[in-house]
């Protein structure tokens, strides 16, 4: 089918060594014309629009609209409004993908501007790969950042950071998108085209499209933007990992540790049986700690689950435990609290770094000195934490680091806002008899030293009361001996009435 020279509007993008040309009509009509290497598809513009809004054609005009045009003729205006209203839709649905992979951590995220459009043209590359290598032609261009990033700034006003980055929230895109001034397509519009073009339409656009361009895409490598967009978003105090490279490689990247790497090799150190973490090792130095959150290790917290039935129950999910474990490492940093920084993310193996914090952990000073007046200052701890409404749920001593001066926390995957008075109960009562398990002899004597600094430290003393009951005990039955357990209980109750 000719198509007619009255377009209002006229496009054309290079695509190898063919050209694809859209023309745009003030009213209804539909036309493709292949002319040696040039492709002519011409449409209505109400028809590209819904595309462009409601994916008319399967978004392969609007795939076409976000390349930078070899030609263009006519109303730009049009061009320009196609182009926007295509970015305007693409965040809210792109953002939805961020939502669900980050969690808690999504109002954390900063998000490159591209990252929409990027996200979009990842999946339509798949589902029409005739479109990989000519947007590879543009994308290894530096030309097409640069248009690019003028085109989006003209869909969305926001002042470049410090460093000449231009990163938002997830919330500023969201409000963008729904401050889109557009009228909302009705769906007696949206079949009233469809029957009009149907009834005037012959061959498909896809079946326009050259078999050698087809074959050209089964062919290509994707650009990386296309096969990780999430290149272009990172955390607030962390990166995120790509899924391109090696997570280790990134990380070694991250800690300066990749120019020695050749020459050194870098060695990693599990942190006990059941703790799915292990120490980055460089010539003895320690670097940063991995947790591998679908580790088979983490089949303890199925246990635990089983073990506190009655009980605040642990969060079984690895992606969820990774996510809830940055969130509060923010949330208490912020605060003031010790924590080991945040340096790589990686939501999708189940990975997370954290830099090493140099010191012994509670546990092995409790075997070393039973009754250390740590425990003293680990109830203190625990209070000031109560008092924000923030629980650990597992606060057994391993989980604490002392570097000499101050007490670190470094395990925060199952940690909460404290809703009721058992999840606090529950605090305390794993800072106690957990540290059975490391040392029987002084259990009444740390429960004696808990108790002093939780209350000095300000807490509740009913939530002391409310351990001592059986049911916090219940758990260590099966590990610990009974009559050990009941020492540290009755410790706990002497404990209140003498403070």
């Known amino acids: ?55 008319l054609f399967g978004e392969v005009i609007a795939s076409l609209i976000v390349l930078r ?71 290894y261009s530096n030309l097409y950042f640069a248009w690019l990033n003028e085109k989006v700034r003209q869909c969305v006003s926001v002042a470049r950071d410090k460093n000449g980055e231009v990163l938002v929230t997830p919330s500023f895109l969201e409000e963008i998108a ?21 009834s005037i339409a012959s061959p498909s656009i896809l079946q326009a499209i050259p078999a050698s361009l087809l074959v050209e895409g089964i062919q290509s490598k994707p650009h990386p933007l296309l096969r990780d967009p999430l290149l272009l978003v990172r955390l607030d ?14 990380l070694f990247s991250l800690t300066n540790l990749s120019k020695v790497i050749n020459r050194l090799k870098p060695k990693t150190r599990r942190h006990g049986i059941i703790r799915a973490a292990e120490a980055v090792e460089v010539e003895g130095v320690r670097t940063a700690v991995v947790k591998k959150y679908a580790d088979i290790a983490a089949v303890k917290w199925l246990v635990a689950a089983i073990l506190t039935l009655q009980l605040p129950k642990p969060i079984l999910s690895a992606l969820k435990r990774l996510n809830n474990e940055y969130f509060f490492n923010r949330v208490l940093s912020e605060k003031g609290y010790n924590v080991a920084n945040p340096i790589l993310l990686d939501p999708r193996r189940k990975l997370a770094a954290y830099t090493y914090i140099e010191g012994k952990n509670l546990a092995s000073i409790v075997q070393e000195e039973p009754d250390t007046p740590l425990y003293e200052e680990l109830g203190r701890l625990i209070a ?58 002084k259990a009444a004597e740390r429960a004696t030293l808990f108790a002093r600094g939780y209350v000095e430290g300000g807490g509740d003393k009913t939530a002391i009361l409310e351990a001592t009951k059986h049911k916090y005990i219940a758990p260590f039955f099966t590990a610990v001996p009974f009559t050990h357990l009941e020492k540290a209980r009755k410790a706990l109750i002497n404990a209140i009435g003498n403070t």
């Open 1 to 55: 089918m000719t198509c007619p020279e009255n377009g209002i509007a006229e496009v054309s993008y290079k695509a190898g060594s063919h050209r694809i040309t859209l023309i745009f009509f003030d009213e209804e009509n539909y036309c493709i014309e292949r002319v040696n290497e040039e492709i002519k598809i011409g449409l209505g513009a109400d028809s590209a629009f819904l595309d462009v809004r409601e994916s």
């Open 69 to 139: 045009p070899s030609i263009i003729k006519g109303n730009e205006d049009l061009v320009s409004e196609l182009f926007c209203s295509y970015y305007l839709k693409t965040i809210n649905n792109e953002l939805k993908k961020l939502r669900r992979i980050f969690q808690v951590n999504y109002e954390r995220l900063r998000i490159s501007l591209l990252y929409p459009l990027f996200s979009r043209l990842s999946r339509l590359q798949l589902l029409y790969p005739w479109l990989r290598p000519i947007y590879n032609d543009h994308m």
């Open 178 to 198: 729904s401050s889109d001034t557009r009228q909302a397509t009705t769906l007696e519009r949206i079949t009233a085209v469809t029957k009009t073009v149907t």
């Open 237 to 250: 105090a962390a990166r995120v990992a790509t899924t391109l490279i090696d997570f280790y490689d990134q």
């Open 384 to 441: 000031s934490l109560h008092k924000n409404d923030i629980c650990l749920w597992d606060p057994n001593p391993s989980n604490f680091i002392y570097n000499g001066s101050e007490i670190f926390i470094v395990d925060l995957e199952q940690a909460r806002f404290a809703s009721n008075i058992e999840e606090k109960a529950l605090d305390i009562a794993i800072a106690i008899y957990y540290s059975l398990l490391f040392d029987l002899s």
